[in-house]
């Protein structure tokens, strides 16, 4: 069993820890750390924004255990290990009608992480979280012992491990839902907003629509305030597809070469000026139509670009999401946006999408509203500008999503998860001496070992 001492980062770079890697290849491998080391956290793919899947100093263990297990081709139940990527599934699966109930905007995350962050996607509306979908999983506890979980048997370690990042244990597998589909795009529809309560307006009409997201223009001001491109659609019919060779052959993904960033890019080329001038023209570019577009496309565009992070250079960047109740979600997105296009602190990755009802798990991240995500460059006045938005969406009783923080105060985190101290009295019982932990855990003071 191999380990290194290296310095590692979340995808979006910033901070950057000295960790040791493990990178069992067998359980018993994983049990063996797990009894030894007096701190861990399990890693996936690294893809966490921030501090969540770092443990400074201490052990990580680099998931690697990738097998399927079993699928029932009848009713969509796949049983695999935690380390299998989503992109596993789908190259797997699609083809024989399947797709992920729920997927993030990347499909490099293990259903471990989709599970410890509990994912949401662009259906959150209709479809829930990911969990809504887990119908059970073996989960590694501190003591060595392997624990069924699911909502009829360790219910209580169940919800304390869905969004709990990876601090009740590790996942070793899972089972869950995958979803039929009869083709491989989606029926999209692009309608061009010019201000925030346009796209908020057309927002209420989201139960016609599966999938549902607006890119928003977050440096635009005045009358265009949150001007936007909403982008909602459906399951694509075969018939519905474009060309003979799709409708012959639905289930079938295009080829397309990625493209890669193979260098950083200089600090100065993401600015507010050439961030701007970008927004105005992917506003400009992207008229009100209605297209049949491939799943990669629609779900994934960030994939294209492989190691796009590094678009904002050596510095890093963070990705800032917080989710809003509806009923103050207009006057704390104004707010927010406000602060955002007032600052020199530019995004030109901001996503604004609705949330359906809240899940049971005490930390899970979505709940009835709205959800704003955008990414911001770093800089060394971020941390204080960023500690302003908290400010603004703990005044309108919003919460930050965990999953991809990286500056967030114990006493915020507090505040805006009111059930922690619930789900710390289940942590407790799961791992009473705190080995698992992370970065993340011991800034928020989830966790207290050094």
């Known amino acids: ?175 869950f839902r995958l979803k039929r589909i009869s083709s491989a795009y989606v029926a999209v529809e692009y309608q061009r907003v010019n201000n925030l309560d346009s796209a908020l307006e057309s927002f209420q009409d989201d139960a016609a629509y599966e999938y549902s997201v607006a890119w928003i223009d977050c440096l635009a001001t005045g009358s265009a305030l949150g001007r936007a491109v909403l982008m909602r659609g459906n399951h694509a019919r075969p018939e519905q597809l474009a060309t003979p060779q799709a409708r012959a052959n639905p289930l079938h993904l295009p080829d397309k070469k990625p493209k890669g960033v193979p260098l950083d890019f200089p600090d100065f080329v993401l600015n507010p000026f050439s961030i701007k001038a970008f927004n105005a023209a992917y506003f400009a570019t992207h008229a009100t139509k209605n297209a049949a577009v491939d799943f990669n496309t629609f779900f994934y565009p960030l994939d294209a670009v492989e190691n796009w992070n590094r678009i904002y250079g050596a510095r890093g960047f963070i990705q800032y999401q917080v989710a809003l109740p509806y009923e103050t979600s207009r006057e704390a997105l104004v707010q927010l946006l406000e602060k955002i296009s007032g600052s020199g602190h530019a995004s030109f990755l901001a996503v604004l999408k609705t949330f359906g009802k809240a899940g049971p798990a005490p930390l899970s991240f979505p709940f009835a509203g709205h959800t704003l995500a955008l990414d911001i460059p770093w800089t060394p006045e971020l941390p204080a500008f960023v500690a302003e938005l908290d400010a603004i969406t703990l005044r309108h009783k919003g919460r930050v999503y965990l999953a991809k923080d990286a500056l967030l105060s114990a006493e915020s985190f507090r505040a805006m998860y009111p059930r922690f101290e619930e789900w710390r009295a289940i942590k407790n019982k799961l791992d009473p001496e705190e080995k698992f932990a992370s970065a993340l855990s011991k800034r928020l003071r989830i966790t207290h070992k050094p």
């Open 1 to 175: 069993m191999r380990s290194a001492t290296k310095r590692i980062a979340g995808w979006g770079r910033v901070p950057v820890e000295e960790c040791v890697l493990f990178r069992p290849e067998k359980q018993h491998e994983q049990v063996e750390i797990v009894k030894n080391e007096p701190t861990l956290l399990a890693r996936g793919l690294g893809r966490a924004y921030g501090d969540a899947a770092l443990n400074p100093h201490a052990t990580v263990l680099q998931e690697r255990l990738n097998r399927f297990l079993s699928f029932d081709e009848e009713t969509g139940v796949l049983e695999c290990e935690g380390g299998v990527s989503f992109t596993d599934i789908i190259d797997l699966f699609r083809s024989r009608g399947w797709f992920l109930p729920v997927t993030p905007g990347t499909k490099y995350v293990t259903v471990g992480g989709a599970i410890a962050c509990d994912i949401h996607g662009k259906n959150h509306h209709v479809a829930g979280a990911f969990s809504e979908f887990v119908l059970s999983f073996d989960l590694l506890t501190a003591s060595g012992d392997v624990l069924r979980c699911s909502r009829e048997e360790n219910a209580e370690a169940f919800w304390a491990t869905v969004g709990g990042l990876g601090l009740t244990g590790i996942i070793l597998r899972a089972r």
